[in-house]
């Protein structure tokens, strides 16, 4: 039976943000939540490298605290892995704006940082996904920024939890610009290339996990992979290589920026 959160995904989608469901979600959680009042923010403190190394910990848990830890992971370039519908291990003992069963009331992001001097400043697109997905659910559950909170700020005793290690302050006061619909429009990636080609060609296409075709053949066998036409997780894994070999930003999709590294690479 599905926990209550399945809107989530649609949320996140729905304002132009990266979604990715890790499998069985819909019914994963230690029983289902309560009212939903807020959201509490975390790190992950887990590896350096990687876009969600985190993933399977924050998942399945770990031996002295039972998964799954958090309803979503926030990869290093602002993908919302959406882990479970129902309660998650998250919060402990705290309270904020007078809200203190946080597991019960609370959702949970981990989002994958160190905490470590390692890692900040954080990855400006993780940021920017981690404040339009905040801003997305608040508006969803009829909450103000205020209803955002650092697990520093909530955790009791005071002191007892450090992330996450930007500004919550801050992070706020972004949260309530997007609220308001005075903070910047999220730069999408283009549908396609440029409809006219140097070679008098049609452009090609915007690719990314779940995409299927000649288009995807084409881009395998850019990244020498054996030419499926699916786009699934290994060819995902290598566009994320590609991209940070490439010093782009490893999201994982294949936009017009990306096919014209890929070809410069490719004639190189």
């Not at 002295?64 to 992971?73: E, V």
């Not at 160190?114 to 920017?128: E, I, K, R």
């Amino acid at each position: 039976m599905a926990f209550s959160l399945t809107w989530l995904p649609q949320v996140l989608r729905e304002v132009g943000l990266k979604v990715a469901l890790v499998p069985g979600w819909e019914t994963r959680g230690s029983g289902d939540v309560g009212a939903v009042q807020g959201i509490i923010c975390h790190h992950t403190a887990g590896p350096r490298v990687g876009n969600m190394p985190s993933l399977r910990i924050v998942t399945n848990g770990r031996p002295d605290l039972p998964g799954p830890l958090s309803q979503l992971g926030l990869g290093r370039d602002g993908t919302f892995y959406v882990i479970a519908a129902g309660r998650c291990t998250h919060a402990g003992r705290g309270d904020w704006n007078g809200i203190k069963a946080g597991n019960t009331n609370f959702i949970g992001i981990e989002a994958e940082n160190t905490g470590l001097s390692n890692d900040f400043p954080w990855p400006q697109v993780q940021l920017d996904a981690y404040q339009r997905g905040v801003a997305a659910i608040l508006k969803r559950i009829g909450k103000s920024a205020e209803f955002c909170c650092g697990h520093r700020e909530y955790a009791l005793p005071s002191g007892r939890k450090s992330d996450p290690t930007f500004d919550m302050e801050s992070f706020r006061s972004v949260v309530t610009s997007i609220l308001d619909g005075t903070a910047a429009p999220l730069t999408l990636i283009p549908a396609a290339e440029p409809a006219a080609q140097p070679n008098g060609q049609p452009g090609r296409p915007t690719l990314r996990r779940g995409a299927k075709g000649e288009f995807v053949k084409q881009l395998q066998r850019k990244l020498k992979l054996a030419a499926d036409g699916d786009f699934g997780p290994g060819t995902e894994a290598a566009v994320r290589t590609f991209q940070r070999e490439h010093g782009m930003v490893p999201d994982g999709i294949i936009g017009p920026k990306s096919w014209t590294k890929l070809d410069a690479s490719a004639s190189a």
